[in-house]
């Protein structure tokens, strides 16, 4: 296992400044997963780490070992493409095999390593099978079979489940997690997955413009995002954002509608301040019964209702926003419905809309 180190990590692509400044500790057996947007700099990142990108700046290092200089075979580590890259012309054995036999090892040994990797990701029954032979989810795990039977320091996966469908992504991402957990190798792992990266990571790195906009556990970006872009990029369905003005104790609407703030949300914020209310549509509820503390209610017309079965995504407009409720199945049946909700402000953001941090 290794610990990465990267300081001041700087990438230009001719004029694109691709990578600004990264500082980043991954730590021995973490589970480290980069996700961003489409050209936020992460698979870049990726493969400046794997040494297949020179840099322009800063450093990489592996225990504390700089890798200026040091070629990709030279690095100890394995790496897992979007696009599988298996030879067509060999069979699954040898294909697992392939690094094995280049690098001179013992034919016993070979067949030890193939088989238990193989094991592992339950492809045993495919080894004499050519790669056409294949699904696209068996593919991925011949792909990262090769990569488990080397003893290599740091695993490095760059988007391997993209071209897979939703059920078979749900699968390989239990596939990957069970084998990080038996084989606890470092791994850096990267997606534009906002799914992949709740379920898989043991912290996330969330890259915007080149730059980590925050790195954290899951858990700790989902509740305690520092900007709108985290707040908004993580959670599915996306949050609701809502303009609004504070007035005396309260959020105002372009509606005229308002919201109370509980009274520690209310004690630090300026009479008259303009902000964004973010709220999660699963911290919407239906009115009934008593409500907890920081739930305010809210009267609304449903405009739009989106039934998937165990939940109903109901839409409605609050000021000038088109704002989302994740609610029980048949809660609403039709648009025009009249509701009452419970918005729960206590789990609620509000950021500042000119520098767009939460506040």
Do not use: W
């Not at 980590?212 to 369905?237: D, H, N």
Request: proline share 5%.
């Amino acid at each position: 296992m290794a610990r990465l180190t990267v300081q001041g990590l700087q990438k230009y692509y001719g004029k694109v400044h691709a990578l600004r400044g990264i500082d980043l500790d991954i730590n021995e057996g973490e589970f480290c997963v980069f996700v961003g947007p489409s050209g936020c700099g992460k698979s870049t990142l990726l493969r400046t780490i794997a040494g297949l990108e020179d840099i322009d700046g800063g450093s990489i290092a592996f225990d504390g070992e700089p890798m200026a200089g040091v070629p990709p075979r030279a690095r100890n580590i394995a790496m897992v493409f979007q696009n599988y890259a298996l030879y067509p012309y060999l069979n699954v054995f040898e294909n697992i095999a392939f690094g094995l036999r280049a690098r001179k090892f013992a034919e016993a040994e070979i067949r030890r390593r193939v088989d238990r990797a193989a094991a592992m990701l339950g492809i045993g029954p495919l080894l004499e099978r050519l790669p056409r032979e294949l699904s696209g989810g068996q593919r991925q795990r011949v792909a990262i079979g090769r990569a488990v039977v080397r003893d290599a320091r740091l695993f490095l996966f760059d988007e391997p489940l993209s071209n897979l469908d939703a059920q078979l992504r749900d699968g390989m991402r239990a596939e990957i997690k069970r084998l990080h957990q038996e084989i606890g190798k470092t791994t850096i792992y990267v997606t534009h997955d906002q799914i992949e990266a709740m379920t898989l990571a043991d912290r996330i790195v969330l890259l915007k413009d080149g730059v980590i906009e925050q790195q954290g556990a899951p858990l700790e970006l989902f509740e305690r995002p520092a900007t709108k872009f985290v707040a908004g990029f993580l959670g599915s369905p996306q949050m609701n954002f809502i303009s609004c003005r504070v007035e005396d104790g309260a959020l105002r609407f372009s509606d005229g509608r308002a919201l109370r703030l509980p009274p520690a949300k209310a004690a630090r914020l300026a009479n008259g301040r303009t902000l964004t209310l973010g709220i999660r549509p699963e911290h919407f509820s239906r009115a009934g019964g008593s409500a907890r503390s920081g739930q305010v209610p809210l009267r609304v017309t449903v405009e739009l209702v989106q039934p998937t079965g165990t939940r109903t995504y109901a839409t409605f407009q609050l000021g000038e926003a088109e704002v989302s409720a994740e609610l029980p199945a048949h809660t609403v049946e039709a648009p025009g419905t009249e509701l009452d909700l419970l918005a729960d402000l206590d789990r609620a953001i509000l950021i500042d809309p000119e520098s767009e941090r939460v506040v």
